[in-house]
């Protein structure tokens, strides 16, 4: 089992950045592919991006890609999300989600462990 715990949210202005965090404890962590998952008001929940448990393999929504950047460091358990040039259309809560076998997945479903999400607001 694995506990995931995400910050780094907060509002910011249109155009700025924002860079969100996931602490995780419990089994090791490097086991684990990673993704990040958001759902705004009034919507379903979407995969935003997604890496492998080496961080050599990363995919990314096409809303975000180029924006957007997911790392990891294992040393430490905890996965980031950096958001650069932000767009209103990005406020949402941000979740991690961690699955076991550290394959990347843009699947909801493949994942079993999630966090309690962190809101990001963007003004225009």
């Known amino acids: 089992q694995v506990q995931l715990v995400e910050s780094g949210g907060g509002l910011v202005q249109a155009g700025g950045s924002l860079g969100l965090s996931c602490a995780a404890s419990?089994?090791?962590?490097?086991?684990?592919?990673m993704g990040w998952f958001r759902q705004a008001p009034c919507k379903e929940r979407e995969f935003v991006a997604t890496i492998s448990w080496s961080g050599a393999t990363s995919y990314y929504a096409d809303s975000v890609k180029g924006r957007f950047t997911i790392s990891r460091n294992n040393a430490k358990n905890t996965a980031y999300l950096q958001m650069n040039s932000l767009k209103p259309e990005d406020t949402a809560v941000y979740y991690c989600?961690?699955?076991?076998?550290?394959?990347?997945?843009?699947?909801?479903?493949?994942?079993?462990?999630w966090g309690q999400g962190t809101q990001v607001t963007v003004s225009s």
């Open positions: 419990g089994r090791a962590f490097s086991n684990y592919g």
């Open positions: 989600a961690a699955r076991a076998g550290g394959v990347e997945s843009e699947r909801q479903d493949d994942y079993a462990h």
